[in-house]
């Protein structure tokens, strides 16, 4: 990997504000990303992986600025997406772009394949209709429809040629980057198989650069070249996809990772059953978010917040263990 990433995030933070209730009580803070900085690097795979609810798809909807983060920054190819708007943003999205989860919803129901695919050459007035036609059938047979597909409304496919569709759409506009937002989660398990094996090719094919968000062990495994682990809106760990599976360090990461079943039935594996409550994101936010289930916890982990280290073989841990 080079030395300069293609994309910085720096101290990230994302909050939501609560509506009042009827009794008047004082508006509630969600903290749903808190203090977040990652370097993603070109033609890597760095995949996000944790628990629903803990600020993984926030974090990816940031990054493609679906929402304006509260503070911190985003530097793609060294311009702030968190400070663009109006043209300058518009132009900045050409170069990164996003697969969603659901690939029905993601898609119009009132427009083709074709025309799903074309429309962000129309937004972006790229090339001539003659032009875009002919890139949208080649976008199309890239990943694995028919040149016929191009006249048929979303409801006629099924779920895994609708994602197919929405990769077409994510490469129409040549990105350097795409965020991949549980992209097979929504799909069969022979189906997943596929559209994984296909955006392996296109990222090879493309150069791409892909941040990969899923709850799945397995699938994160497969497609990532280095993994972050979060937890209730923090990074906790982060290393190359082999060493974090093989060294876990931080508690909540083994406690993860010892969920995932033996690849042998005559395997023994030890589960490490996690016992407290999660704590709320909403409000102010004191110590180690993973504090009250921790099995190793401490004083000062109730109060102080710990940062990430960084360890041997660049392997970074949030936690007062080390």
């Known amino acids: 990997m080079p030395n300069e990433p293609i994309m910085s995030v720096i101290n990230l933070n994302k909050q939501f504000k609560l509506r009042k209730s009827k009794f008047g009580e004082h508006q509630k803070i969600l903290h749903a990303v808190s203090d977040v900085s990652i370097d993603v690097y070109k033609g890597e795979t760095l995949g996000i992986i944790g628990e629903s609810g803990c600020g993984k798809s926030t974090l990816g909807r940031c990054l493609v600025r679906l929402h304006t983060a509260t503070s911190g920054k985003i530097l793609l190819n060294g311009l702030d997406i968190n400070e663009k708007k109006g043209e300058a943003l518009k132009a900045l999205r050409k170069e990164i772009q996003m697969i969603f989860q659901d690939p029905y919803s993601s898609l119009n129901p009132r427009k083709t394949a074709g025309q799903i695919i074309e429309e962000p050459m129309v937004v972006h007035k790229l ?63 022979s189906v997943q198989a596929q559209v994984l094996n296909l955006l392996n090719d296109l990222q090879k094919q493309h150069n791409l650069t892909m941040v990969f968000i899923s709850h799945d062990l397995s699938v994160i495994k497969h497609v990532s070249d ?55 994101p909403i409000g102010e936010q004191k110590g180690c978010p993973f504090a009250s289930r921790c099995m190793h916890v401490m004083d000062r982990c109730r109060v102080e917040t710990p940062k990430l280290k960084t360890l041997e073989k660049g392997h970074q841990v949030a936690c007062y263990l080390y």
């Open 226 to 280: 280095r993994i972050v682990i979060m937890y209730l809106g923090r990074i906790v760990e982060l290393c190359n996809a082999q060493e974090i599976y093989t060294n876990p360090k931080h508690p909540y990461t083994q406690a993860l990772l010892s969920a995932i079943p033996p690849e042998s039935p005559f395997e023994e594996t030890q589960k490490i059953q996690l016992k407290g409550e999660i704590p709320s």
């Open 127 to 189: 090339l001539d209709k003659i032009q875009r036609r002919e890139k949208v059938i080649s976008l199309m047979k890239e990943v694995g429809l028919n040149e016929q597909h191009i006249h048929r409304f979303p409801h006629e496919f099924s779920g895994g040629q609708r994602q197919r569709i929405n990769i077409a759409r994510a490469l129409a506009l040549n990105p350097d980057i795409i965020v991949c937002d549980e992209p097979v989660s929504a799909l069969d398990v």
